[in-house]
């Protein structure tokens, strides 16, 4: 029965590109379920396969093996035109000899909706989008902002079950992505429709989504809402590439059923969250979890860069350990140490966590 | 007129000079070989015909009148349409569009397969192509000819293979003369479009598939009009060509499937020897081509608005 409630259930997917010498293994026994009126982000560098993988969802490519279904039904068998699936492409494909209205239409059209119908869906739609003005211009005559608001406008009004957006956002400037991301969202809620959203940002995949997949090399690393992903990372990739952190060697002391004592660089010892063999372990410690003190673990501040809200300190241990520190500005006079000084460091507890690999 | 040099204010005056001397060469290249030969021959469609060749300099309409009127062998009969001429015409315009489409249903998925091979391959492909325009259209022409004559290899393949007990006459029929057009002109159609495909946007055609359109809806409501300009430029370059072509006509078609391109040919090179008919027989052609272009002109430019 949950299996029928998914909006996507991705099983046991493989994907390879080419053969021979020039074969290419894009997704790699990818299995995972999106749930209905979701929005879930696949979340990865470029070459990660995330995008593979909406491709296979839209039907543009075909899965090597493994299947995905569709609230319950396998997609397989389906070309892209028979899949109640629309997706907003990176570089928005709108029509060029298409009015707006026209590109808004278009999908209408095919499912062979009325004229009236199709005009007030058509109306519906770019109000959603706050284009109703611009119903009779040409593609071109549009910013990258409202082409983008088109391209969404066009793939939400045949009402599909998903909605795929292959990096909608890339091409759009600082302010305008942060400006989409709220509607995004606030759209998506709106309609209730499914989103996939795939995106190297993780910005952008942690203020927008309810779960987001982490990819790399073809493999999903983990999976889960932003703060799961961001606090208790999997491993080493997702550590890193969600946020900033420190990853450090530790030696594992003891292991007790909550959490395990680690020594890190610098002969600290600390209570880290999750699991590990004796022997050696990585450890997570993001740079807001330190602070500099006046007591404790001695370094030396090597770099300050102050980011505004944040300022942050690169300080080096006695054993050559390189650690970024962050402390928020609105404490910044708490934090008086500037390059070259001396300072000591302070580790919030709980704050280290153990990496698998 | 003052108004407006006044009006545009700094680069205009400033330049004015230069851009005398700048535009010369343009002008130059478009009067020698644009508006002088046309202008004489518009002129020399009003002058008397000299016997063999040559003109009188003599103002007269009666290479028109020829053209266009018949008034009997004797010319005292009451003028009626002369239907000679103008059945050449039709069929000239009958052929170069058959040709046309012909080049255009063939060329189009050529040009699609070469635009999508991968890049590297696509030069060999056009190469492939245009190897056989290296050799001088006369001899492809009259290779054409020896190979769908009566005892030509066409003929005697299908002999050979039972599918025929004799030979089929296709040489100096209309089919010799479309199939002489065809593969003349055949590359003008593909390279053209080629150069529209290959600048083709093909997630416009994912695009037309993720909102639900079939593979024959996504090509003429997505590509067709995305590829437009280089089907019409193809279609333009086979058709003008196609409607003037002599070789063709005269070596596949013999003396009963004339075109324009004979006919003129003829006035100036051949037996007939009347320069002002065979300039009036021109002029006729540019203005059916002009007409053309401009109702094309005309329609393009309110699809554009």
Same mark, same amino acid.
């Given at each position: 029965?949950?299996?029928?409630?998914?909006?996507?259930?991705?099983?046991?997917?493989?994907?390879?590109?080419?053969?021979?010498?020039?074969?290419?293994?894009?997704?790699?026994?990818?299995?995972?379920?999106?749930?209905?009126?979701?929005?879930?982000?696949?979340?990865?560098?470029?070459?990660?396969?995330?995008?593979?993988?909406?491709?296979?969802?839209?039907?543009?490519?075909?899965?090597?093996?493994?299947?995905?279904?569709?609230?319950?039904?396998?997609?397989?068998?389906?070309?892209?035109?028979?899949?109640?699936?629309?997706?907003?492409?990176?570089?928005?494909?709108?029509?060029?000899?298409?009015?707006?209205?026209?590109?808004?239409?278009?999908?209408?059209?095919?499912?062979?909706?009325?004229?009236?119908?199709?005009?007030?869906?058509?109306?519906?739609?770019?109000?959603?989008?706050?284009?109703?003005?611009?119903?009779?211009?040409?593609?071109?005559?549009?910013?990258?902002?409202?082409?983008?608001?088109?391209?969404?406008?066009?793939?939400?009004?045949?009402?599909?079950?998903?909605?795929?957006?292959?990096?909608?956002?890339?091409?759009?400037?600082?302010?305008?992505?942060?400006?989409?991301?709220?509607?995004?969202?606030?759209?998506?809620?709106?309609?209730?429709?499914?989103?996939?959203?795939?995106?190297?940002?993780?910005?952008?995949?942690?203020?927008?989504?309810?779960?987001?997949?982490?990819?790399?090399?073809?493999?999903?690393?983990?999976?889960?809402?932003?703060?799961?992903?961001?606090?208790?990372?999997?491993?080493?990739?997702?550590?890193?590439?969600?946020?900033?952190?420190?990853?450090?060697?530790?030696?594992?002391?003891?292991?007790?059923?909550?959490?395990?004592?680690?020594?890190?660089?610098?002969?600290?010892?600390?209570?880290?969250?999750?699991?590990?063999?004796?022997?050696?372990?990585?450890?997570?410690?993001?740079?807001?979890?330190?602070?500099?003190?006046?007591?404790?673990?001695?370094?030396?501040?090597?770099?300050?860069?102050?980011?505004?809200?944040?300022?942050?300190?690169?300080?080096?241990?006695?054993?050559?350990?390189?650690?970024?520190?962050?402390?928020?500005?609105?404490?910044?006079?708490?934090?008086?140490?500037?390059?070259?000084?001396?300072?000591?460091?302070?580790?919030?507890?709980?704050?280290?966590?153990?990496?698998?690999? | 007129?003052?108004?407006?040099?006044?009006?545009?204010?700094?680069?205009?005056?400033?330049?004015?000079?230069?851009?005398?001397?700048?535009?010369?060469?343009?002008?130059?290249?478009?009067?020698?070989?644009?508006?002088?030969? $046309?202008? @004489?021959? +518009?002129? &020399? *469609?009003? %002058?008397?015909?000299?016997?063999?060749?040559?003109?009188?300099?003599?103002?007269?309409?009666?290479?028109?009148?020829?053209?266009?009127?018949?008034?009997?062998?004797?010319?005292?009969?009451?003028?009626?349409?002369?239907?000679?001429?103008?059945?050449?015409?039709?069929?000239?315009?009958?052929?170069?569009?058959?040709?046309?489409?012909?080049?255009?249903?063939?060329?189009?998925?050529?040009?699609?397969?070469?635009?999508?091979?991968?890049?590297?391959?696509?030069?060999?492909?056009?190469?492939?192509?245009?190897?056989?325009?290296?050799?001088?259209?006369?001899?492809?022409?009259?290779?054409?000819?020896?190979?769908?004559?009566?005892?030509?290899?066409?003929?005697?393949?299908?002999?050979?293979?039972?599918?025929?007990?004799?030979?089929?006459?296709?040489?100096?029929?209309?089919?010799? $003369?479309? @199939?002489? +057009?065809? &593969? *003349?002109? %055949?590359?003008?159609?593909?390279?053209?479009?080629?150069?529209?495909?290959?600048?083709?946007?093909?997630?416009?055609?994912?695009?037309?598939?993720?909102?639900?359109?079939?593979?024959?809806?996504?090509?003429?409501?997505?590509?067709?009009?995305?590829?437009?300009?280089?089907?019409?430029?193809?279609?333009?370059?086979?058709?003008?060509?196609?409607?003037?072509?002599?070789?063709?006509?005269?070596?596949?078609?013999?003396?009963?499937?004339?075109?324009?391109?004979?006919?003129?040919?003829?006035?100036?090179?051949?037996?007939?020897?009347?320069?002002?008919?065979?300039?009036?027989?021109?002029?006729?052609?540019?203005?059916?081509?002009?007409?053309?272009?401009?109702?094309?002109?005309?329609?393009?430019?309110?699809?554009?608005?």
């Amino acid at each position: 029965m949950t299996k029928d409630t998914a909006a996507l259930d991705v099983v046991g997917v493989d994907k390879v590109f080419g053969s021979g010498p020039g074969i290419v293994q894009a997704l790699d026994n990818v299995s995972f379920e999106i749930r209905d009126n979701e929005f879930f982000t696949l979340l990865g560098p470029s070459g990660c396969g995330k995008t593979t993988l909406l491709r296979l969802m839209a039907g543009f490519e075909q899965v090597t093996s493994g299947n995905i279904f569709l609230y319950g039904e396998p997609l397989e068998a389906l070309p892209p035109n028979k899949r109640p699936i629309n997706t907003v492409f990176q570089n928005y494909a709108l029509f060029p000899h298409l009015t707006v209205a026209d590109n808004v239409a278009f999908g209408l059209r095919m499912l062979g909706q009325n004229r009236s119908d199709a005009e007030a869906r058509v109306a519906d739609m770019l109000r959603l989008v706050q284009l109703e003005a611009m119903a009779g211009r040409k593609p071109n005559q549009l910013s990258g902002g409202q082409q983008q608001r088109v391209a969404l406008a066009r793939a939400l009004a045949p009402a599909p079950k998903v909605l795929l957006l292959d990096e909608p956002l890339s091409a759009l400037d600082l302010k305008l992505r942060q400006q989409m991301r709220i509607e995004l969202k606030q759209i998506q809620r709106e309609t209730g429709i499914t989103f996939v959203f795939v995106t190297h940002d993780q910005e952008e995949a942690l203020t927008m989504s309810d779960r987001i997949a982490v990819m790399s090399a073809g493999r999903l690393q983990q999976i889960g809402r932003a703060e799961e992903i961001y606090e208790a990372p999997r491993n080493r990739f997702v550590a890193d590439f969600i946020g900033e952190t420190n990853l450090l060697e530790a030696d594992v002391i003891s292991n007790n059923g909550a959490g395990t004592r680690v020594r890190i660089a610098g002969g600290l010892e600390i209570e880290a969250s999750g699991q590990a063999e004796p022997g050696r372990a990585h450890v997570s410690i993001r740079p807001e979890r330190f602070s500099l003190v006046e007591q404790g673990l001695p370094c030396t501040v090597e770099q300050m860069v102050y980011l505004g809200t944040d300022t942050q300190h690169l300080v080096r241990l006695s054993d050559g350990t390189l650690i970024t520190v962050r402390t928020q500005n609105a404490h910044a006079a708490q934090v008086p140490f500037g390059p070259g000084d001396r300072a000591a460091l302070h580790v919030d507890p709980g704050a280290a966590r153990i990496l698998a690999d | 007129m003052a108004g407006m040099m006044s009006a545009r204010t700094d680069g205009g005056a400033t330049y004015a000079p230069q851009r005398f001397w700048l535009m010369l060469p343009s002008w130059a290249v478009i009067s020698f070989f644009l508006v002088i030969p $046309v202008g @004489l021959m +518009l002129v &020399y *469609s009003f %002058l008397t015909k000299e016997f063999r060749g040559g003109v009188e300099w003599t103002f007269t309409l009666a290479a028109y009148d020829q053209f266009f009127v018949d008034r009997g062998l004797f010319g005292d009969e009451p003028p009626v349409i002369e239907w000679t001429y103008l059945s050449i015409y039709w069929r000239s315009i009958w052929q170069a569009g058959l040709a046309t489409i012909l080049c255009l249903l063939v060329g189009f998925p050529t040009a699609w397969f070469i635009a999508t091979r991968p890049e590297r391959s696509r030069a060999f492909w056009l190469f492939l192509i245009t190897i056989p325009y290296w050799v001088n259209l006369l001899i492809r022409t009259v290779s054409m000819k020896f190979l769908i004559r009566d005892t030509g290899p066409v003929n005697e393949w299908l002999m050979a293979m039972g599918v025929l007990t004799e030979p089929i006459t296709m040489i100096n029929t209309d089919f010799a $003369v479309q @199939l002489g +057009l065809f &593969y *003349s002109y %055949l590359p003008f159609m593909v390279l053209p479009i080629y150069a529209s495909v290959e600048r083709y946007n093909f997630a416009l055609s994912e695009a037309a598939a993720d909102l639900y359109a079939s593979r024959w809806t996504t090509l003429w409501l997505v590509v067709v009009p995305a590829v437009r300009p280089g089907i019409i430029a193809g279609c333009i370059l086979v058709f003008v060509p196609s409607l003037g072509a002599f070789l063709a006509p005269d070596l596949l078609g013999g003396a009963k499937n004339w075109m324009i391109g004979s006919l003129i040919e003829d006035q100036f090179k051949g037996a007939a020897g009347n320069w002002p008919f065979g300039a009036a027989a021109a002029m006729v052609l540019l203005t059916m081509v002009l007409l053309v272009l401009i109702f094309y002109a005309r329609n393009q430019a309110r699809g554009a608005r």
